[in-house]
T-cell receptor, first 109, second 112 residues
Framework: GQNIDQPTEMTATEGAIVQINCTYQ??????LFWYQQHAGEAPTFLSY??LDGLEEKGRFSSFLSRSKGYSYLLLKELQMKDSASYLC??????????WGAGTKLIIKP | IAGITQAPTSQILAAGRRMTLRCTQD?????MYWYRQDLGLGLRLIHY???????GKGEVPDGYSVSRANTDDFPLTLASAVPSQTSVYFC???????????FGSGTRLTVV
């Protein structure tokens, strides 16, 4: 079956760095997405990786290793507004998006 | 319209009633999707459409139906609502390769 695993919840301190991991087992691979979702709102796009390596976008970076079925989202200089759920999703061989259950990130002052 | 519009924003529905959730996009995306999101379960795909005129079943299709008469609209119908269909429903669209994935703002449905 197809499966995406990420931690249920993480806690970090304002100003610090946090890494949210995602492992996947899917039938084929055509890209990996990270989305941010604040409580009561729709998910919004953060990053897209299709090749191995690190993609940096401001305070957020996303890493992909296709051979390991592994990705992480790195958030630097954490701000209180970063408190949200972070969703990992993989596009399979049929270009269907398979979603992880999300990681709730709690930022403490 | 910019992106995806869902209506209504929220609804309280009596069990057994029929309800259609509306979704319209203006990005000319080929693919559209309906998800439900319940606490602790993440996003679960109900139905999808890869292009106008075609639809497919997702992970949790029972009790729901969809149609895709044109590129822009993808309504979701609950023929006879039950309390277990209480959830937040998100419509989304993307290009044919799953890129540009965009969500609507969601419909919060409560079935009583």
């Amino acid at each position: 079956g197809q499966n995406i695993d990420q931690p249920t919840e993480m806690t970090a301190t304002e100003g610090a760095i946090v890494q949210i991991n995602c492992t996947y087992q899917t039938s084929g691979f055509n890209g990996l997405f990270w989305y941010q979702q604040h409580a009561g709102e729709a998910p919004t796009f953060l990053s897209y990786n299709v090749l191995d390596g690190l993609e940096e976008k401001g305070r957020f970076s996303s890493f992909l290793s296709r051979s390991k079925g592994y990705s992480y989202l790195l958030l630097k200089e954490l701000q209180m507004k970063d408190s949200a759920s972070y969703l990992c999703a993989v596009t399979d061989s049929n270009y269907q998006l398979i979603w992880g259950a999300g990681t709730k990130l709690i930022i403490k002052p | 319209i910019a992106g995806i519009t869902q209506a209504p924003t929220s609804q309280i529905l009596a069990a057994g009633r029929r309800m259609t959730l509306r979704c319209t996009q203006d990005m000319r995306h080929n693919a559209m999707y309906w998800y439900r999101q319940d606490l602790g379960l993440g996003l679960r795909l109900i139905h999808y459409s890869n292009t106008a005129g075609t639809t497919g079943k997702g992970e949790v299709p029972d009790g729901y139906s969809v149609s895709r008469a044109n590129t822009d609209d993808f309504p979701l119908t609950l023929a006879s609502a039950v309390p277990s269909q209480t959830s937040v429903y998100f419509c989304a669209s993307s290009d044919s390769e799953g890129k540009g994935y965009t969500f609507g703002s969601g419909t919060r449905l409560t079935v009583v």
